[in-house]
């Protein structure tokens, strides 16, 4: 225990800079590369407990597999290895978080709790394996507030709130010192968090320890529930101004936000607060004013000022900038420089290699792509060598970049100051092109930084060959129908297709889908994909095409597609499959047998017949730009209406 409590009472960026040590951890409550964020009760040796909201653990830890004890029925979030945070709810006793075993090495977790029995009682590993210092963020932002600081209304309360994405956003790790009706002052039955944040939980009187973190940031958002409970303005005022000087006794180095409440409450009172704050010689507090941020009908769950997930999002890209501007860029740094590989503001659509390279991201498959939001005013991106890209800003057409390499200047007209959106991808590798597709990362403005774009809460993959991959059509694969079907969908979406590919492996080295669909690279027996990277929510899958007049009988077809919708379900337990017959009718017979023969209720066959007219083909296969837009207009609809819109 002594040794958790040591490592939790180093500065934040000596954690950080720390490299995963020599001596592997058990995964114990007490196990030093267990690091807790938030205001957990360690009293016990076997058993810590996450106090107020959004508190999380995180470790790294080597082997294939990991499980989480809990003492009883609990629900909780839990990423591994950066990936999406899956929920594991009403789960108890020791749960197991791998249930596919993932590839040999080192591996990273972070786990949240959400509601039950919050209570960690350690990681279960494989023999031989252990824990290892996880690399962190450098800094900490704490946000103290009432319900709508708990994501409250939303599906995944803590975790979609504008604080837990403000965290994200800016690199940095996150507490929220917050509950549903709770007030700053305390009156009339509401709890006031002008005392109760000094606090370990959000109930009780032990006093938190404030050696065991400093925060760099701190976020109060106080003041919509008061107003029911009969506090009077002199009396919040007064309130607000000692709760400031307080916070600022436990954290005397952390730059101090007031916002201003959404229902725009106690106004005069919050700037008064800060105002004499500042007269008092305490220049590192600011009032931040949110009017006009969020809109009435689009960003709101209810009445009573609770935003939706979207408003939450568009919380945080307001506040995020103004945070970072406040701490300066050198306060900023994680992991890794805002814009470079390796930083988790950069999300990565497609099957990417990671792991060959630190400073190196290699694409594989079609239509790959990555996406990230930046201030400032202009934006660079570095490449290794040749390759034809496309980039959009701020979701504006696509800029076609030929042979570009060195440092790309993307911006040769600056952009207004503010937040930007940028969305990279690069020429399909394959036939007689063989570009460069490699990011070396990107390039900012002096005192900019990254920040997490909106983030689309659904991915499709599509599976199959040229037609797939747009092959003949003007962009490739931004103009094939899997990328326009995403778009229109506001899903993510991958293309898991090559020129040329087929379903069934016979003696003609034609790539084979049924075999290389688990890979990371089309062209390559290993590595193995490793799908807790993403999970897709629907499948599409287009193949049959180029095994005509291989020799492939037709129970050959069959067996492989058969198999091949076997190793998707394995992949995506709870995706849609769409098995398509394909525009040329090719092998549709037995593509139906398929479905029907795997007999799962979320597999369907869709009977392409008809949809494409001559006047849609740039040949006697492929589809032209007007033939991918048809497909679109046929398949969306299909696939919204099983993803529920």
């Not at 400073?359 to 005013?377: I, L, N, S």
């Not at 962009?475 to 991958?494: F, K, S, V």
Request: charged share 15%; glycine share 12%; aromatic share 10%.
């Amino acid at each position: 225990m002594a040794t958790t409590l040591l490592l939790l009472g180093l500065s934040l960026s000596t954690a950080h800079a720390a490299a995963p040590t020599s001596a592997l951890g058990n995964g114990s409550v007490t196990d030093p590369n267990i690091v807790y964020t938030g205001r957990w009760d360690l009293g016990s040796a076997t058993a810590a407990v996450p106090n107020w909201t959004g508190g999380y653990l995180q470790t790294a830890f080597t082997g294939t597999t990991v499980k989480v004890k809990a003492r009883n029925a609990v629900n909780f979030y839990a990423s591994v290895d950066g990936g999406a945070d899956v929920f594991y709810t009403g789960v108890r006793g020791t749960v197991d978080l791998t249930p596919k075993p993932l590839p040999q090495g080192t591996h990273t977790l972070r786990v949240s709790y959400r509601s039950g029995d919050t209570v960690f009682q350690g990681l279960v590993l494989d023999a031989g394996a252990g824990t290892t210092t996880p690399r962190i963020p450098g800094k900490l932002i704490e946000f103290v507030g009432d319900s709508i600081t708990a994501g409250a209304l939303t599906d995944r309360l803590a975790l979609d709130s504008y604080g837990w994405k403000t965290g994200e956003q800016l690199g940095m790790r996150h507490t929220q010192i917050a509950r549903a009706g709770y007030c700053l002052v305390a009156k009339s039955g509401c709890a006031g968090l002008a005392t109760q944040f000094f606090k370990t939980a959000s109930t009780g009187d032990q006093n938190w320890d404030f050696s065991r973190y400093q925060a760099n940031a701190v976020v109060i958002n106080l003041g919509t529930n008061d107003i029911g409970h009969g506090v009077t303005g002199p009396e919040f005022q007064s309130a607000y101004t000692t709760l400031l000087r307080d916070i600022r006794a436990k954290y005397p180095n952390a730059a101090l936000f007031a916002v201003q409440t959404l229902k725009k409450r106690y106004v005069a009172e919050t700037k008064a607060a800060v105002s004499a704050r500042n007269g008092a010689g305490d220049t590192k507090v600011t009032y931040v004013d949110t009017s006009g941020w969020l809109t009435d009908g689009t960003d709101y769950e209810d009445g009573d000022g609770h935003p939706n997930e979207a408003g939450h999002t568009t919380f945080a890209n307001r506040l995020a900038p103004i945070i970072s501007a406040k701490l300066g860029a050198a306060a900023m740094k994680s992991a890794a420089a805002p814009g470079q590989p390796g930083d988790p503001n950069i999300k990565l659509s497609g099957r990417w290699d990671t792991t060959t390279s630190a400073t190196a991201y290699t694409p594989y498959w079609a239509g790959a792509y990555f996406r990230t939001g930046f201030t400032g005013r202009t934006v660079g991106l570095r490449q290794r060598g040749a390759i034809d890209l496309w980039a959009s800003i701020d979701g504006g057409p696509a800029t076609f970049y030929d042979e570009a390499k060195g440092t790309v200047n993307l911006t040769p007209t600056p952009l207004a100051a503010g937040n930007h959106t940028l969305q990279v991808n690069y020429q399909v590798i394959a036939g007689s092109y063989h570009g460069d597709a490699v990011f070396q990362g990107l390039t900012l403005d002096s005192g900019a930084t990254t920040f997490a774009p909106p983030a689309p809460k659904k991915l499709i993959e599509f599976v199959g060959d040229s037609i797939t991959v747009g092959t003949t059509t003007s962009q490739n694969a931004r103009t094939a129908y899997g990328w326009l079907i995403g778009e229109r969908l506001g899903a993510d979406h991958t293309q898991i297709a090559q020129g040329g590919a087929a379903l069934v492996d016979t003696a003609d080295d034609r790539m084979s889908l049924e075999q290389q669909f688990t890979k990371l690279n089309p062209n390559a027996a290993t590595p193995a994909w490793d799908f807790s990277r993403y999970q897709a929510n629907a499948v599409v899958i287009n193949l049959g095409t180029n095994d005509v007049g291989r020799g492939v009988s037709s129970a050959q077809f069959q067996a492989s597609y058969t198999s091949l919708l076997r190793k998707v379900r394995t992949a995506y337990p709870g995706a849609w499959i769409f098995a398509l017959r394909t525009f040329s009718g090719r092998f549709g017979t037995e593509t139906k047998a398929a479905v029907t023969a795997f007999a799962d209720a979320r597999a369907s066959y869709v009977d392409t017949t008809g949809w494409l007219a001559a006047g849609d083909l740039s040949d006697s296969v492929h589809p032209n730009d007007q033939g991918h837009r048809t497909i679109t207009t046929r398949l969306a609809p299909l696939i919204s209406a099983r993803l529920g819109g």
